[in-house]
């Protein structure tokens, strides 16, 4: 039987502007995804962004765990709104593969953990919304989209102390990267807010109860080289992997 945790991770959609074929689309992970996973000893699994809900299904039963990786903005109809002027790039072929994997990934109470975009997602999915840019958000923020060195932590978060997340980290509070330019507006209502910027921002949320379902605002996966906090979510989230698939076979 295979030792390892089997981390099904979402991808996204890149259109080549030039090259031999423009127009052209690849489906990518960032690569960052892959290491994290790997250093954390799972074994990362690329899951092709498409539109068929049942070889999706067929794909989660084979996992171990879930991660809802980071990309462009989703489609604000997803929480009733009108697109706004500051709304970013939108894919909802994407939208519909990640919703539908996150849908079958809860239902079958699998580990998930949601980074950046794909904790949006899952508060989304959840019955939350989004600012669709920070600059819609009233009163003082911070800058959250930082634009360089994905390893740089430059915000600082605050982590409730009686969290599965503070647990995991061993710290209540610590600097992270950002890569941000929309945020949570309501959070999704199972979930519990579970850490905070300084201005208030939502940075991560948690379901309460047995099920590992962390989201956070940020990428662990690019500090998980040069940060030994953040190998610790990792290592969790594998851990969690692992108990899964025992407590299934
Ligand atoms: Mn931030």
Redesign the pocket.
């Known amino acids: 039987m295979e030792k390892r945790a089997v981390i099904g991770i979402s991808t996204g959609l890149i259109t080549d502007d030039g090259g031999m074929f423009p127009g052209y689309r690849r489906i990518y992970v960032n690569e960052d995804y892959i290491n994290a996973v790997l250093a954390a000893g799972g074994v990362p699994v690329m899951i092709p962004m498409n539109g068929d809900r049942e070889a999706l299904a067929a794909v989660v039963d084979k996992l171990d765990a879930l991660l809802i990786t980071g990309g462009d903005d989703i489609d604000p109809i997803r929480y009733g709104e009108e697109p706004h002027r500051g709304l970013g790039k939108i894919v909802p072929e994407r939208d519909f593969c990640d919703f539908t994997l996150y849908e079958l990934a809860r239902e079958r109470h699998l580990p998930i953990l949601g980074v950046c975009r794909g904790f949006q997602l899952i508060n989304i999915a959840e019955g939350g919304s989004l600012y669709q840019d920070l600059g819609e958000r009233s009163g003082e923020v ?1 800058k ?1 989209s930082q634009g360089h060195s994905p390893r740089l932590a430059t ?1 600082t978060v605050n982590i409730r102390p009686d969290s599965k997340i503070a647990s995991i980290l061993g710290v209540t509070e610590h600097r ?1 990267n ?1 890569f ?1 330019h929309q945020t949570v507006k309501k959070v999704g209502t199972p979930f519990t807010e579970v850490a905070t ?1 300084p201005d208030g ?1 939502t ?1 991560a949320v948690e379901l309460p109860g047995d099920d590992f379902l962390i989201a956070v ?2 990428h662990p996966e690019m500090l998980e080289s040069v940060d030994p906090v953040m190998r610790k979510l990792w290592s969790a989230f594998i851990a969690a992997g692992l108990r899964y698939r025992a407590a299934k076979n």
């Open positions: 911070l959250h915000h992270v950002s941000h910027a921002v940075e605002q940020w």
